[in-house]
């Protein structure tokens, strides 16, 4: 699916929230509004299901105190891979045992008793959810809009918001919103079945 530019976007929310009479809203507020709405939906999605917007990426490791710096986009770790092994998440109490693993301090991770007969690794694999990125440019695009309806909730909740504040009738575009949340919850536990079934799929075959 193609998402729509943020330019398109903040039309759309001046189209819908025109309708009425609405006060005028600048530009750069119509594009506040919407970011803050997507930022919503982007939250809600990533709390559902993490891999809407999963990511990898590789890290490089300083091997003085065997930490790796986290990506600039990082928001939630999802599993770290070093020497072709995924490494356990380590608590506070743990780390400081002989089991191999990572524990996140500040803007890094630290690797713990990760070594072997391969040596120290160079890098390890991070697989991580990434915070929201507000629009800035025009012809900015959304990742978070991974299907038909996410850009109208995207809308929707911005114009809600920019009305609530002028106190004034909502009723049917809460109607509205509410149907495209229905269909996004629909969407939300269709893809985690056809996760589950790809899954199990690899299992059966053995890959």
Request: net charge negative; proline share 4%; charged share 25%.
């Amino acid at each position: 699916m193609q998402s729509k530019t943020f330019a398109q976007l903040k039309q759309a929310f001046n189209d819908r929230f025109d309708e009425g009479e609405s006060q005028y809203i600048s530009d750069d507020e119509a594009g506040r509004l919407v970011n803050e709405a997507a930022a919503h939906l982007h939250n809600w999605l990533t709390i559902q299901n993490p891999m809407y917007m999963y990511r990898e990426k590789d890290l490089q490791v300083h091997p003085r105190d065997m930490t790796a710096p986290l990506p600039a986009d990082y928001h939630r770790v999802i599993k770290v891979w070093a020497l072709d092994r995924e490494l356990e998440q380590l608590s506070v109490d743990d780390y400081q045992g002989t089991r191999p693993g990572y524990y996140q301090r500040g803007d890094v991770i630290v690797l713990c008793n990760v070594g072997g007969v391969g040596g120290f690794p160079l890098t390890v694999r991070m697989g991580y959810v990434p915070q929201y990125v507000d629009m800035i440019a025009d012809a900015d695009t959304l990742a978070s809009a991974v299907a038909p309806g996410y850009d109208s909730y995207i809308v929707n909740l911005a114009v809600i918001n920019a009305k609530v504040k002028e106190e004034a009738i909502i009723t049917d575009i809460i109607a509205t919103q509410n149907k495209i949340e229905e269909l996004i919850n629909q969407d939300i536990i269709s893809r985690k079945l056809q996760q589950r079934q790809r899954v199990r799929d690899v299992y059966d075959w053995g890959w």
